[in-house]
C-alpha cells in the first residue's frame, strides 16, 4: 500500500493543541468578550475549544474555578499594560506611577467590559487580587506614606483602585436607566430642580465608551487626580521625608 500525500494527509498529521488551564482560560476571556459573561459555562467552553465537557475537569475544578482564573488572566494583562506605561519609579513620583497603574488597569477593564462585574462579585480575594493591592501598596510606601495613611489610601480609592468606580447612579441596563432618567426629569423638574438640572447639563453621549453610566475617562481621571492630591498633601502633613531626601 502507498502513502498517503497531499493536504489531506498533512491535515491528519497536524498535532492537536494540547488542552491546558491557560488555554481553558484563555477561551473564557474570549468567549466574554464575545458573548458576555453568562456565556461563560463549562459546556460553551467545551464548545468553545473542541472538546468534551468532561474534559475540562482535568485543569478547572468548576466554573467558579474558572472565573477565578479568568481574574488572574485579566490582573496579568494589567501588569502588562503597566510594564508598557513607563512610568516613573514611585521614589521618585509616587502620583505618576500609581496614576498609570490604575490607568493601565483601566485600560484592560474597558478592553473586557465584563471584567469590573467579575471583580465585584468573587466573594474571596484570590492570590492575583491580594498582589495587585499589595503592588499599590508598596508605591505608595516606596512614595514615602505611613502604613497607617496607606490604609486610608486604599480605602479612599476603592474601586478606583483598579481601574473603575461604583458610582452612585450606576444601573446595570444602561439603555433603559437613560430613558428612564429622561422621563424623570420631564416629570420631577420642579421637585428635583438641582439633580435634574445637573442630569440635563452632564448626560454623557456616548455610554458605549464607559464602564458606567458617569464613569467615563474623563469623570474616571478627574476624580483619580482629586484623590491624589489630596494624599499627597496628607502624606506631606505628616511630616515623612520622601525617600531618596534628606
Not at 121 to 144: E, H, K, W
Not at 201 to 215: F, I, R
Request: a negative charge; charged letters at 25%; proline letters at 4%.
Amino acid at each position: 500500500m502507498g502513502t498517503r500525500t497531499g493536504a489531506g494527509a498533512q491535515t491528519e498529521q497536524q498535532p492537536r493543541v494540547p488542552l491546558s488551564r491557560e488555554r481553558v482560560l484563555r477561551a473564557a476571556v474570549g468567549l466574554a468578550d464575545r458573548d458576555g459573561l453568562e456565556a461563560v459555562t463549562m459546556r460553551r467552553l467545551a464548545q468553545e475549544l473542541g472538546v468534551e465537557a468532561m474534559s475540562l475537569y482535568h485543569h478547572v475544578a468548576n466554573k467558579g474555578a474558572i472565573l477565578d482564573g479568568v481574574v488572574e488572566v485579566v490582573l496579568a494583562e494589567i501588569s502588562e499594560a503597566a510594564a508598557r506605561a513607563d512610568a516613573p519609579p514611585p521614589e521618585q513620583d509616587w502620583q505618576a506611577a500609581l496614576r498609570a497603574r490604575i490607568l493601565a488597569a483601566r485600560e484592560v477593564l474597558l478592553r473586557h467590559r465584563w471584567a469590573s462585574r467579575l471583580l465585584e462579585s468573587r466573594s474571596s480575594l484570590s492570590p492575583a487580587v491580594i498582589g495587585y493591592f499589595d503592588g499599590v501598596l508598596g508605591i505608595l510606601r516606596a512614595g514615602g506614606f505611613s502604613y497607617d495613611l496607606a490604609h486610608h489610601a486604599l480605602h479612599a480609592l476603592g474601586s478606583r483602585a483598579i481601574g473603575f468606580t461604583q458610582e452612585l447612579f450606576d444601573p446595570e441596563d444602561q439603555e433603559a436607566a437613560e430613558e428612564e432618567t429622561a422621563a424623570m426629569m420631564a416629570q420631577m423638574a420642579d421637585q428635583f430642580p438641582h439633580l435634574t438640572g445637573m442630569l440635563a447639563e452632564v448626560m454623557h453621549d456616548d455610554p458605549d465608551s464607559t464602564l458606567g453610566w458617569c464613569d467615563d475617562q474623563f469623570e474616571f481621571e478627574f476624580g483619580l487626580d482629586l484623590l491624589l492630591e489630596g494624599l499627597e498633601r496628607r502624606r506631606a502633613a505628616e511630616g515623612r521625608p520622601r525617600p531618596g531626601t534628606s
